[in-house]
Structures are given as structure tokens and as C-alpha cells.
């Protein structure tokens, strides 16, 4: 028995159209980002990554504890 079945859905070429254009658009928007953040970026030192690395895991460690935690009890 299939509790869900695949329903195919017919896209118009107007609708692909839209999807290439907005697929191209944040594509462009991505790289865009990505440029500017490897400039600022460029002379980090390993340590400094290794540093940044370090406090982001903390931090979203200690959100992920605070959040299972205040789930428990309240």
C-alpha cells in the first residue's frame, strides 16, 4: 500500500523560463557575497581561523545547551 504517491506536475516553459532566471540571479548574488568575503578575509592567519572556529563551536554549543535545557524545564 502507497500512502503518498508522486503526482508529476507538467512545468510550462514560461515557468522554466522564471526558474533559470531566478536560479541565475542568486547564483550571481552568491558569488557575489562569496567575492566579497574572501577579500575580507584574505589575511586571516591559520591561527586566527583556528581561533574563530573555536568560538563559533562554543557558541552554538552553549545555544543548543541552553536551548535543550530551557525546553526540559519549562
Same mark, same amino acid.
Request: with cysteine; glycine share 6%.
Given at each position: /500500500?502507497?500512502?503518498?504517491? =508522486?503526482?508529476?506536475?507538467? %512545468? &510550462?516553459?514560461?515557468?522554466? *523560463?522564471? *526558474? #533559470?532566471?531566478? *536560479?541565475?540571479?542568486?547564483?550571481?548574488?552568491? &558569488?557575489?557575497?562569496?567575492?566579497?568575503?574572501?577579500?575580507?578575509? &584574505? *589575511? !586571516? +592567519?591559520?591561527?586566527?581561523?583556528? %581561533?574563530?572556529?573555536?568560538?563559533?563551536?562554543? #557558541? /552554538? #554549543? #552553549?545555544?543548543?545547551? !541552553?536551548?535543550?535545557? &530551557? +525546553?526540559? !524545564? =519549562?
Amino acid at each position: /500500500m502507497r500512502l503518498f504517491r =508522486n503526482k508529476k506536475q507538467k %512545468v &510550462s516553459p514560461a515557468g522554466e *523560463a522564471l *526558474a #533559470g532566471k531566478l *536560479a541565475s540571479r542568486i547564483l550571481r548574488q552568491q &558569488s557575489r557575497i562569496a567575492r566579497w568575503l574572501n577579500q575580507r578575509t &584574505s *589575511a !586571516y +592567519s591559520a591561527f586566527r581561523w583556528l %581561533v574563530l572556529l573555536i568560538l563559533f563551536c562554543l #557558541g /552554538m #554549543g #552553549g545555544t543548543c545547551i !541552553y536551548l535543550i535545557i &530551557s +525546553s526540559i !524545564y =519549562n
